[in-house]
């Protein structure tokens, strides 16, 4: 909303440079000189033409004498100038004649004379005439290779100066906004490197040097530099060539909408060859021809274009993700737009009809109202854009998570199969040689039946695991006393004399019984297989505070084995994770899952477990709250 206000501020300013001072000319005629040998008496005595405004006579051969009658100023005083204003810049010889010059010399002015030798160095031709009180005729010839198109003004020197400064400020501005749309068009370049806003960039950049061009900036900076005729050759060149920079630009632009491919590559093949032909001919003189091929492909390359918007079929085929920026009818709109503007503004070139005044700007509005609506489109498109890439890189994230995920799952599932395999395989060796044995012995017929609790307890850990991660564990919250769970438990160990046990005081607890049971029993088992044969296990019951919270604490304490004299701890970041086995587990019977449950089961409770490491020993410590 703000980018339109400022624009409908610049274009206000750009309409209000047209209203200009009083224009001292009262009337206005022509004749036409084919044989561009007429003198001055000879225009006289021929019968003029009237006009108003603007004259347009397109790419004539024929010379042009402007009659200019010029009201008198009864306040005139002697010494009073006036400022004959003649516009556009692109005239190549300008010639004035008034009967108030009596000097006898030649006074010319166009883009053929020199800088230094012109009476008015501004973006405008002109002349300095004596002011009078008695009305007056004066005289212009004009010959030129461009289009005869010209609007000449008298005004006073105060309102050619107050117009002047209007004007450079209404042109500098619109340079601004051009040299914004390739700044935007350069840096959206820099950052993502696409050959659309490469183009975009290369054809602002081409606008900018074609609107100071066309306006009479080129004279100012290089007047002093290159030679009329240069300076001349120079601007021919860039009008045509904004032609096929724009047209390619189209190209690129339209490809994204899928159009009818014939259409889409006639555009860039037609701009290219009228270019060459053109630029032929300005090097060999034949100037007028050239710009006026050039102005007829100006003119008919907007209908090229449109046809080729018409024909696209984007909506139809592209996917979500690669939806245009703008509907077929929206694009169709724009060149509608588009080609109605540059077709007014070359009729008028061509001389096909009379034009008013903003026609000396049309093809300046028309740079402008096409930057802006491409710098819109664009940016819609670089929105899209980066929202395609930004889904893009997260369906690519999604899918290297999900080959992560199923990679750790097939980690997981080697890693329990070969954990069940060995297990199984141990158990089945014992089971094998206890029943093998014809007379076994009492001991044998025990540690048989200890290797079956292995593997109960081996499956029911393995059940527990997929009941937890299925979330099919109901906790069943009730009081009961830690000390007679602790006790319980410890009953049923393997070896209930290695435990220590401390009891500071009686606690009494409101939790799951059967979790916090199997959390106890997975420690107790962790001592017994992880400590030194016939050493001691500290068991600790106590309240205990953590996080401002009252509750309940229950240690084991146990030292650890040796290894040539080194104690082997447990790697502390792998120590709950599932089917974890500390080095030189493997001589116990195990799954890998007890401290996996422990920390697990702890956490659905709302309580936590800490492992403690020391000198010779490890510690486990799990708390409830109570």
Request: aromatic fraction near 10%; charged fraction near 20%; hydrophobic fraction near 45%.
């Amino acid at each position: 909303m703000r980018f339109l206000q400022r624009f409908t501020v610049l274009l206000l300013l750009f309409a209000a440079s047209f209203v200009q001072a009083d224009d001292r000319i009262i009337s206005r005629a022509y004749v036409d000189d084919p044989s561009s040998q007429m003198s001055l008496a000879d225009a006289q005595r021929a019968t003029a033409k009237p006009f108003t405004g603007v004259l347009s006579r397109g790419f004539t051969a024929s010379a042009t004498w402007l009659q200019l009658s010029i009201a008198g100023d009864p306040g005139a005083r002697r010494g009073d100038t006036w400022v004959v204003r003649i516009r556009p810049t692109y005239l190549d010889d300008l010639e004035l004649h008034d009967p108030l010059d009596t000097s006898g010399r030649v006074r010319k002015a166009g883009d053929h004379v020199e800088w230094h030798d012109a009476e008015i160095k501004s973006l405008s031709h002109g002349f300095v005439i004596p002011a009078s009180a008695k009305p007056r005729e004066i005289w212009i010839r004009l010959s030129t290779t461009s289009s005869s198109f010209i609007h000449v003004q008298v005004m006073t020197t105060e309102d050619f100066q107050h117009a002047r400064l209007l004007q450079e400020m209404v042109y500098g501005l619109m340079l601004g906004v051009l040299l914004l749309f390739f700044l935007w068009a350069v840096l959206h370049w820099a950052h993502w490197r696409e050959t659309m806003m490469a183009m975009f960039s290369i054809t602002q950049l081409t606008a900018i040097i074609y609107a100071m061009t066309l306006v009479g900036y080129n004279r100012v900076l290089f007047g002093d530099l290159l030679s009329a005729m240069t300076i001349d050759t120079l601007s021919n060149v860039v009008f045509c060539g904004y032609v096929v920079v724009s047209s390619i630009f189209h190209y690129f632009f339209l490809r994204e909408f899928q159009p009818a491919r014939w259409l889409l590559r006639l555009i860039p093949l037609l701009a290219v060859a009228v270019f060459g032909i053109v630029f032929v001919l300005i090097m060999s003189g034949e100037v007028r021809l050239a710009m006026r091929i050039n102005m007829m492909s100006v003119t008919l390359l907007p209908f090229l274009v449109l046809a080729t918007a018409i024909s696209c079929t984007v909506g139809k085929t592209a996917t979500e993700d690669a939806q245009p920026p703008i509907s077929k009818r929206a694009l169709i709109l724009f060149y509608v737009l588009v080609s109605s503007v540059l077709v007014v503004a070359t009729s008028h070139a061509l001389g096909l009809f009379d034009a008013p005044e903003l026609n000396l700007h049309l093809y300046l509005i028309h740079g402008i109202l096409t930057g802006a609506v491409l710098v819109t489109l664009l940016q819609v498109r670089a929105l899209r854009n980066e929202a395609s890439r930004n889904l893009a890189m997260l369906r690519a994230q999604t899918s290297a998570q999900q080959v992560e995920i199923e990679r750790q799952k097939t980690q997981l599932q080697s890693r329990f199969m070969e954990m069940l395999a060995h297990e199984l395989k141990t158990s089945l060796s014992v089971l094998h040689m206890v029943f093998g044995t014809p007379q076994p012995t009492g001991e044998m017929i025990s540690h048989a039946r200890g290797t079956l609790q292995s593997i109960n307890d081996l499956i029911d850990r393995c059940l527990l695991v997929e009941k937890f991660e299925d979330d099919q564990i109901i906790s069943h919250y009730e009081y009961f006393r830690i000390d007679e769970l602790v006790e319980e438990t410890l009953h049923k160990s393997a070896d209930p004399a290695r435990f220590a046990v401390y009891h500071e005081e009686r606690i009494t607890i409101k939790t799951d019984r059967q979790l916090l049971k199997s959390v106890v029993s997975n420690l107790l088992d962790n001592a017994l297989k992880y400590s030194p044969p016939g050493s001691m296990i500290q068991l600790r019951v106590r309240q205990a505070m953590q996080g401002g919270l009252r509750g309940c604490e229950i240690s084991v304490e146990n030292e650890v084995a040796l290894r040539a004299g080194v104690a082997v701890f447990p790697d502390e970041e792998q120590l709950f994770k599932k089917y974890y086995r500390a080095d030189g587990a493997r001589r116990h019977s195990g799954s890998g899952l007890g401290l996996y449950l422990v920390a697990n089961f702890m956490r659905l409770l709302g309580g936590a477990v800490r492992y403690e490491r020391q000198e010779l020993s490890v510690k486990f410590t799990v708390w409830l709250p109570n």
